[in-house]
């Protein structure tokens, strides 16, 4: 119901099948069921990356638009940003929830980047964009910074508060992080570059998932990254490790589509998007995230809840 | 609003299945036509490959070392490859799917048809069959239960290579493994995702095998 | 999308590079070090299904029991898909057991795998020993521990020898897998590459573990060669293969 890859996949079978004149089949009725009142125009594909956070922020988008009468698909779980953004450049998705700092970083070819301040970070990043026919809608006060995390023991024991206070820990510092934290400077890089860090040591884990919690919990690395909203840093008594060398840039969540939906469907479906970014928070992003992760209830049910909660989904 | 962080919810919510039927449904009708297209695809391709085989011997090593070489690589691995290439698409993953059919495939389907008794071909020669219809209606049919039973290990293994299209955003009943996965080893999800697809292919394998007795009455002996 | 065939030379281009470059071998997480965990998070798996599997399905077809046992085993083992087995090798080894995740979940996970085609294998060329043969060792008053030892055996050797072999082959195909969930092994050169869009080291990954499969294949069927009684030598491959075949 929610889930809209069903007809997409339909569609592309249907069209494989065809091709191999095994003509059968015919219309499976993976039609559009709900959306009333439904808005002229293209189909917009929302896509999420795999971790928690990114799905529910994909669902809120998603469901609203869908509500509100647009045409959309929502495909879930794609990899990562490395792969996600050829696919909006590409056009096969239309809509997806990035973080402005990495988002940044990353259009700069994983360079470093100087400026600090949210509001440059987001003109930066929509430079970057223009050419690129996609723009980062308004951008929300709510956060998630990639963080080094440690234990409550592993803090004590070794006196850390700060990154910079890793450079004193005896012998080597494991850090665990998903494959793509080793080459991200806002992660593992960052650690042996901009903090000059020579005793830390990569070891590829999940993306802030539970395989990550766990090796944290036994010990199987030192440090990990998490990101700050995470519910498992409270639930497990984790200690976020102060970036007393400013290695990360602001990372407000922000909405980006392609510039053509944009276009066709002008101003309702921008005011719209906007609305929703307003309305996130730092705190209740992190309360959906332990939703999810905690108590393990379903990204999408969890959106719908949040949208109900906040006025989106009345008839 | 519910109380953040409150410790996991005691015992395990198996509910979840009761409550999300409409999506299990939905995976698993994914799960079908992925398989299906995969089947339909590499066993029509594995016909031609089996039919050169036949007809030019020295083809047969060339295309099972081939097809061999693909059963090694790890089928992540090749979605993974092919997605710079065809992007997140379902080509990207039957290419994948096919691909690892074609193996079981063209093996068992040579191995059939190298079975048809020479005496039998001869007979029908000398009723004045042609070759085409020597192979349509003699060699085929008695080559059909090997036949068949590579398309039940090629389909149980297609089944399961579904699974793992979940990394490419497909996988059937496969991406509740992952999801299961993300949510803190949620474990109703982990078991839809395992024991789904395995009774899947259970029915399955055992729906062919139904076919093949019912399209070969006179072999009442399967082979394995 | 882009001209795919550029992409294309550029990917083998890369590929290339990478496994030239010697940094890429040397190191705690070079090619060398990777190779031999891959080694190791196979042979650990392998040997102890062998261990399992193989006496297993030996007496079972000696005393031609257990045929509706096995031929569930045979089915089921086949059908359970290889991520559903990693996700469980995974709570079996961090949840249940408390081993941690970065070498036991994917030894499980190979462990189940492999019991399937070796225990068919064995069981099978047993069972299928010509009567005729077991009659006349048993006429000439052989003990049936002396008939299962002395003639069984020998004569499902061959037999159960590729299945060793084909399973070894899939066993390390299918070790990878196991990076998927933090594990070690050249799969990790194919997981990390892909996270960091790093194609050489992806593409080259994959060509290290086809290698290392073809490597443990041609070793096996040397050992084949030397141990296997002439006579017997390559009657066995279609018999074997049929029960087993499956990608992973």
Redesign the interface.
């Known amino acids: 119901?929610r889930?809209k890859?069903?007809s997409h996949?339909?569609v592309?079978?249907l069209s494989?099948?065809a091709l191999?004149a095994?003509a059968c089949g015919g219309d499976t009725g993976g039609g559009d069921p709900g959306a009333g009142g439904g808005v002229e125009g293209p189909t917009i594909t929302v896509g999420t990356v795999?971790?928690?956070e990114n799905?529910i922020l994909g669902q809120i988008y998603g469901q609203a638009l869908e509500h509100a009468g647009y045409d959309v698909e929502i495909?879930?779980?794609?990899?990562?940003r490395?792969?996600v953004a050829p696919?909006l450049e590409?056009g096969?998705l239309d809509l997806i929830v990035e973080y402005t700092g990495n988002a940044l970083r990353f259009e700069r070819g994983g360079e470093d980047v100087e400026i600090r301040d949210e509001q440059e970070v987001y003109d930066a990043l929509n430079e970057a964009y223009a050419d690129k026919g996609l723009t980062a809608l308004r951008m929300s006060e709510a956060q998630d910074v990639d963080a080094v995390v440690v234990t409550k023991e592993t803090a004590e024991e070794h006196g850390l508060e700060r990154i910079s206070d890793i450079a004193g820990f005896e012998g080597t510092f494991r850090f665990g992080g998903?494959?793509?934290c080793?080459?991200r400077l806002s992660c593992f890089k960052g650690l042996e570059e901009v903090y000059g860090l020579d005793n830390v040591e990569f070891?590829?884990?999940?993306v802030a998932?539970?395989?990550t919690?766990?090796?944290l919990k036994?010990g199987?690395v030192d440090g990990a990254n998490l990101f700050t909203t995470q519910?498992a840093i409270?639930?497990n008594d984790f200690v976020v490790l102060e970036d007393d060398q400013q290695l990360q840039l602001p990372q407000n969540i922000v909405p980006v589509i392609r510039q053509e939906i944009v276009d066709a469907y002008g101003d309702d479906l921008v005011s719209l998007i906007n609305e929703i970014t307003t309305s996130l928070t730092t705190e209740s992003l992190?309360?959906l995230n332990?939703?999810?992760?905690?108590?393990?209830?379903?990204p999408d049910a969890v959106a719908e809840q949040w949208l109900r909660e906040n006025g989106f989904l009345e008839e | 609003?519910?109380p953040?962080?409150?410790?996991?919810?005691g015992g395990i919510?198996w509910s979840?299945i009761g409550d999300?039927l409409?999506?299990i449904w939905?995976a698993t009708?994914?799960h079908l036509?992925?398989t299906g297209?995969a089947m339909?695809?590499g066993f029509?391709i594995a016909m031609v490959l089996s039919v050169l085989a036949i007809r030019y011997r020295r083809l047969y090593g060339p295309i099972t070392a081939t097809t061999g070489v693909i059963f090694t690589i790890p089928s992540f691995a090749l979605f993974f490859v092919l997605?710079p290439f065809t992007?997140?698409?379902?080509?990207t993953a039957?290419i994948g799917l096919v691909l690892y059919t074609l193996l079981v495939l063209v093996r068992n389907t040579v191995a059939g048809l190298d079975g048809v008794p020479e005496d039998v071909k001869e007979a029908a020669r000398g009723m004045g069959y042609t070759r085409n219809r020597l192979f349509l209606e003699i060699e085929l049919p008695l080559a059909l239960p090997v036949i068949i039973a590579g398309l039940r290990i090629a389909t149980v293994t297609t089944v399961g290579l579904v699974t793992i299209t979940?990394?490419i955003?497909?996988g059937g009943l496969g991406?509740f493994i992952?999801?299961g996965?993300?949510?803190?080893?949620?474990v109703p999800k982990l078991v839809v995702g395992a024991v789904g697809p395995t009774v899947l292919a259970l029915v399955l394998d055992g729906a062919l095998l139904l076919v093949q007795r019912a399209l070969t009455p006179w072999s009442r002996r399967a082979a394995a | 999308?882009v001209a795919p065939g550029g992409r294309l030379m550029d990917a083998i281009v890369e590929t290339f590079r990478w496994l030239t470059d010697a940094a890429s071998w040397t190191g705690p997480r070079g090619v060398l070090a990777r190779s031999l965990e891959h080694l190791w998070i196979s042979l650990v798996p392998l040997a102890s299904a062998m261990a399992v599997a193989i006496p297993a399905g030996v007496l079972a077809g000696h005393h031609r029991r257990g045929q509706a046992v096995g031929a569930a085993i045979s089915n089921l083992g086949r059908a359970v898909p290889s991520l559903a087995l990693l996700v469980f090798g995974l709570l079996l080894s961090?949840r249940v057991l408390?081993l941690?995740?970065?070498f036991w979940p994917i030894v499980f996970t190979l462990f189940f795998l492999a019991l399937q085609p070796l225990f068919t294998n064995s069981y099978t060329a047993v069972r299928e020993a010509d009567p005729a043969l077991l009659e006349a060792a048993r006429g000439q008053g052989l003990s049936e521990r002396d008939v299962l030892l002395a003639v069984e055996l020998p004569v499902a050797s061959p037999v159960i020898l590729t299945a060793v072999r084909i399973t070894a082959v899939q066993v390390v195909a299918t070790a990878p897998l196991g990076?998927l969930?933090?594990g070690g092994g050249l799969g990790?050169f194919i997981?990390?590459g892909?996270?960091?869009?790093?194609d050489g080291q992806m593409l080259g990954g994959v060509v290290l573990v086809a290698v290392f499969a073809l490597l443990v294949e041609f070793a096996i069927t040397r050992l084949e060669r030397r141990v296997v009684p002439g006579p017997l030598q390559g009657r066995t491959d279609a018999a074997a293969v049929v029960a087993t075949g499956r990608a992973n």
Do not use: C, H, Y
């Open positions: 119901m889930k890859r069903r996949l339909t592309a079978a494989v099948v191999l095994t795999d971790f928690a799905r495909t879930e779980n794609i990899g990562n490395e792969l696919q590409d096969n998903g494959p793509e080793e080459t070891v590829p884990l999940d998932g539970p395989i919690v766990e090796a036994s199987e519910s409270v639930a992190t309360e332990a939703k999810v992760e905690i108590d393990q209830e379903d | 609003m519910s953040v962080l409150a410790q996991a919810s919510r979840w999300n409409d999506d939905e009708v994914e036509w992925l297209i339909v695809v029509a997605a992007g997140l698409t379902v080509l039957e979940a990394l955003t497909f991406r992952l999801d996965l993300q949510q803190n080893l949620f | 999308m961090v408390g941690g995740f970065s990076a969930a933090a990790r997981i990390d892909f996270g960091q869009k790093d």
